[in-house]
C-alpha cells in the first residue's frame, strides 16, 4: 500500500486500535447479521481520526470505518458503527466540526454500519431547507439518516412482527431508484445503490470534489465479502459492485493515488487495492461456477479449497471464514 496516503491527523480521539476480539460465529447467516459484533470486547476500544483529502476524514478503530466530512454547514456521517463506541463517535464528530452533525448516511443495514445509528443521530440535528424539501415533523430529533428503501425493510418489520432494531436507528428519509443526490458543505454526493451485492439494499457514496469514494462492506481489506444471500446477495452483484468502484476511481499517476477508497474495514486505499479485491472475488466466483456447472454438491466445492491461495490475506476472520464465503458464493449461484 501506498503509505503517504495514511498520515495522521494531528488530532488522535485515543492512541491504538480495536484489537484482539475474539469471535465464535459459526452460523453463515448469524455472521452476516452480527458481523462480528457479538463477543467484541469495547472496554478498551479507541478511536482515531484519519484525514484523507479534501474535507473528509476516516475513523477507524471501532471494528467498522466510519466516514466524516466536514464543512462551513456541519458534519455529515457515512455509517455509525457500533453502538458501544457512540460516545467516542460522538467527541470527535464535536472536536472536527464547528457545526452540529445533520447526515447519517447507512450503506446497509449490517449492525456494525446501522448499530450506533440512534445515539448517534440523536447528538445532531436536522435544518430545513436547501437539499430538506419533504415535511420533517421530527426536525428536531436529529440528523437525518438516508438510504436506500430496502435498509429500512431490513431494519423494521412487516405489521405484527417484532423489528430487529430499535425505531429510532430506522433511516428517516429512503430512495427507491439507484442513486440520491446531495450538495453539501460545497460538495457534490452520491449515494449510489448497488443491486443485489452482499444484500438487497448496499450503497457506495462518492464525495465527487474530494475524489473519495465511500465503499462500506461491499469492500473489505481484511476479510471475504459477507454475502447474504437471504437477504438478497449475490457473488455476482457483488464484483459488478466493486467493477462499478473501479471504473469510478481515477489514478493519479502510475496506478498510485487519485481517487481514494475508504473500505468498511480495514486500511485506506486506491484504485489498484480494489481492482487486487474484485479479481479475487471474480476468480473465487468463477471456480464455484465451474464446479457448479459440474453438479458437486455444496460439500464437495467446499472440499476442493477454491480460495486456499487468498486465504493468508482475506481467510483469518472467523465470524466469516472461507467455507462461508465459498457457500454464499455456492447458493447464489445455484439461485
Given at each position: 500500500?501506498?503509505?503517504?496516503?495514511?498520515?495522521?491527523?494531528?488530532?488522535l480521539?485515543?492512541?491504538?486500535a480495536?484489537?484482539?476480539?475474539?469471535?465464535?460465529?459459526?452460523?453463515?447467516m448469524?455472521?452476516?447479521?452480527?458481523?462480528?459484533?457479538?463477543n467484541?470486547?469495547?472496554?478498551?476500544?479507541?478511536?482515531?481520526?484519519?484525514?484523507v483529502?479534501g474535507?473528509?476524514y476516516?475513523?477507524v478503530g471501532?471494528?467498522?470505518?466510519?466516514?466524516?466530512q466536514?464543512?462551513?454547514?456541519?458534519a455529515?456521517?457515512?455509517?455509525t458503527g457500533?453502538?458501544?463506541?457512540?460516545?467516542?463517535?460522538?467527541a470527535?464528530?464535536?472536536?472536527?466540526?464547528e457545526?452540529p452533525?445533520?447526515y447519517?448516511?447507512?450503506?446497509?443495514s449490517?449492525?456494525?454500519?446501522?448499530s450506533?445509528?440512534?445515539?448517534?443521530?440523536?447528538a445532531g440535528?436536522?435544518?430545513?431547507?436547501?437539499?430538506v424539501?419533504?415535511?420533517?415533523?421530527?426536525?428536531?430529533d436529529?440528523?437525518?439518516?438516508?438510504a436506500?428503501?430496502n435498509?429500512?425493510?431490513?431494519?423494521?418489520?412487516p405489521?405484527?412482527k417484532?423489528?430487529?432494531t430499535?425505531?429510532?436507528?430506522?433511516?428517516t428519509?429512503t430512495?427507491?431508484g439507484r442513486?440520491?443526490?446531495?450538495?453539501f458543505n460545497g460538495?457534490?454526493?452520491?449515494?449510489?445503490l448497488?443491486?443485489?451485492?452482499?444484500?438487497?439494499g448496499d450503497?457506495?457514496?462518492?464525495?465527487r470534489k474530494?475524489?473519495v469514494?465511500?465503499?462500506?462492506d461491499?469492500?473489505?481489506?481484511?476479510g471475504y465479502?459477507v454475502?447474504?444471500?437471504?437477504?438478497?446477495?449475490?457473488?455476482e452483484?457483488?464484483?459488478?459492485?466493486?467493477?462499478h468502484?473501479?471504473?469510478?476511481a481515477?489514478?493519479e499517476?502510475e496506478e498510485e493515488?487519485?481517487?481514494?477508497?475508504?473500505?468498511?474495514?480495514?486500511?485506506l486505499?486506491d484504485?489498484?487495492?480494489?481492482?487486487e479485491?474484485?479479481?479475487?472475488?471474480?476468480?473465487?466466483?468463477?471456480r464455484v461456477?465451474?464446479?457448479?456447472k459440474?453438479?458437486?454438491?455444496l460439500?464437495?466445492?467446499k472440499a476442493?479449497?477454491l480460495?486456499r491461495?487468498?486465504?493468508?490475506?482475506?481467510?483469518?476472520?472467523?465470524?466469516?471464514?472461507?467455507?462461508?464465503f465459498?457457500?454464499?458464493?455456492y447458493k447464489?449461484l445455484?439461485?
Amino acid at each position: 500500500m501506498n503509505r503517504r496516503l495514511l498520515n495522521p491527523l494531528s488530532l488522535l480521539i485515543a492512541a491504538g486500535a480495536l484489537a484482539g476480539a475474539a469471535y465464535a460465529q459459526t452460523d453463515p447467516m448469524t455472521a452476516a447479521e452480527s458481523h462480528g459484533e457479538q463477543n467484541a470486547d469495547f472496554s478498551k476500544a479507541e478511536l482515531h481520526v484519519w484525514s484523507v483529502q479534501g474535507n473528509i476524514y476516516m475513523l477507524v478503530g471501532d471494528g467498522a470505518n466510519i466516514t466524516l466530512q466536514v464543512g462551513k454547514q456541519g458534519a455529515l456521517l457515512v455509517d455509525t458503527g457500533f453502538d458501544k463506541m457512540s460516545d467516542k463517535v460522538i467527541a470527535a464528530i464535536k472536536k472536527m466540526s464547528e457545526r452540529p452533525l445533520q447526515y447519517i448516511i447507512n450503506t446497509n443495514s449490517y449492525p456494525d454500519s446501522t448499530s450506533g445509528n440512534e445515539p448517534v443521530r440523536l447528538a445532531g440535528t436536522t435544518i430545513t431547507g436547501a437539499n430538506v424539501t419533504n415535511d420533517i415533523r421530527d426536525s428536531r430529533d436529529g440528523a437525518q439518516i438516508l438510504a436506500n428503501e430496502n435498509v429500512l425493510t431490513r431494519m423494521s418489520a412487516p405489521t405484527g412482527k417484532k423489528s430487529p432494531t430499535p425505531p429510532g436507528a430506522w433511516p428517516t428519509d429512503t430512495f427507491l431508484g439507484r442513486e440520491k443526490t446531495l450538495y453539501f458543505n460545497g460538495e457534490p454526493i452520491e449515494i449510489i445503490l448497488q443491486p443485489n451485492a452482499l444484500t438487497d439494499g448496499d450503497s457506495i457514496v462518492f464525495f465527487r470534489k474530494s475524489d473519495v469514494i465511500s465503499a462500506g462492506d461491499l469492500f473489505n481489506t481484511d476479510g471475504y465479502p459477507v454475502i447474504d444471500v437471504e437477504k438478497g446477495g449475490t457473488i455476482e452483484g457483488t464484483v459488478l459492485a466493486l467493477t462499478h468502484i473501479v471504473n469510478m476511481a481515477v489514478v493519479e499517476h502510475e496506478e498510485e493515488g487519485g481517487t481514494l477508497v475508504i473500505p468498511g474495514h480495514g486500511h485506506l486505499c486506491d484504485q489498484a487495492e480494489v481492482v487486487e479485491y474484485r479479481d479475487m472475488v471474480a476468480i473465487v466466483r468463477d471456480r464455484v461456477k465451474e464446479l457448479v456447472k459440474k453438479g458437486m454438491t455444496l460439500e464437495q466445492v467446499k472440499a476442493a479449497k477454491l480460495t486456499r491461495d487468498y486465504d493468508p490475506l482475506y481467510g483469518h476472520n472467523s465470524y466469516w471464514t472461507p467455507d462461508m464465503f465459498v457457500e454464499a458464493a455456492y447458493k447464489s449461484l445455484k439461485k
